[in-house]
């Protein structure tokens, strides 16, 4: 499994964007880049996921590195309900298990 | 409302007693998976079921049990030989084909005492 490297934990103000990053250096070619979050008390939320392209749903937006080295989940516009640990999770396991590491805690402030 | 239920979510349990962690999912999902969390820490995996009547070992199997009987429902049994059982305890679902995503339950939040 690509091991990955957060921080562990950002800060950002309501209203603006967040940029969390992640490396992973030794994920493989198949490796799909997996993004969830987790509020306090409640279980993982999905957020998104890529294989090479940059993608964008609801929640966010997913920036890969052009050598998939290292990937940037991006919330355009935070707020109070975004505070939660996010978790950058590359895999291709075909019985689907993820492997999660400590994740980004995101504090929010008013 | 289609989703997946854990019950209860808090439960206090003696020492030396075995506790059975529901989980259910009305999602039609033939995956499953139980995960534990321990404060400050990442998800690690307990036991996971592709289809029904089978199942592996995860990473930290030892002192659980699981069973498969119907494609909804997946118990977790926290047994005596769980050397530190108090822990979060979070039950996931995958869909059919999906690229490895995952849906989760609101946790059982276990304490030993």
């Known amino acids: 499994d690509a091991k990955t490297t957060q921080p562990n934990s950002m800060e950002s103000n309501e209203e603006e964007p967040v940029h969390l990053p992640c490396n992973h250096s030794t994920i493989s070619g198949t490796d799909y880049i997996h993004w969830y979050r987790q509020l306090p008390s409640q279980g993982p939320e999905y957020v998104i996921h890529g294989l090479t392209s940059n993608v964008n749903n609801r929640m966010a937006s997913l920036a890969i590195a052009e050598d998939r080295k290292s990937s940037t989940l991006i919330l355009h516009r935070a707020t109070l309900r975004d505070a939660a640990v996010y978790y950058c999770?590359?895999?291709?396991?075909?019985?689907?298990?993820?492997?999660f590491g400590a994740g980004t805690q995101v504090v929010v402030t008013p | 409302d289609g989703g997946i239920t854990q019950s209860p979510k808090y439960l206090f349990r003696k020492e030396g007693q075995n506790v059975t962690l529901s989980c259910e999912q009305n999602l039609n999902h033939d995956a499953m998976y139980w995960y534990r969390q321990d404060p400050g820490q990442g998800l690690r995996l307990i036991y996971y079921s592709q289809i029904v009547n089978d199942f592996q070992k995860g990473d930290i199997a030892e002192g659980y049990s699981v069973s498969r009987e119907k494609k909804e429902s997946f118990p977790l049994t926290v047994t005596s030989a769980q050397k530190n059982p108090t822990a979060f305890y979070l039950c996931?679902?995958?869909?059919?084909?999906?690229?490895?995503?995952?849906?989760f339950g609101p946790g059982t939040r276990l304490t030993v005492l």
């Open positions: 996931a679902s995958r869909p059919p084909g999906s690229t490895d995503t995952q849906y």
């Open positions: 999770i590359p895999s291709t396991d075909s019985w689907g298990k993820l492997q």
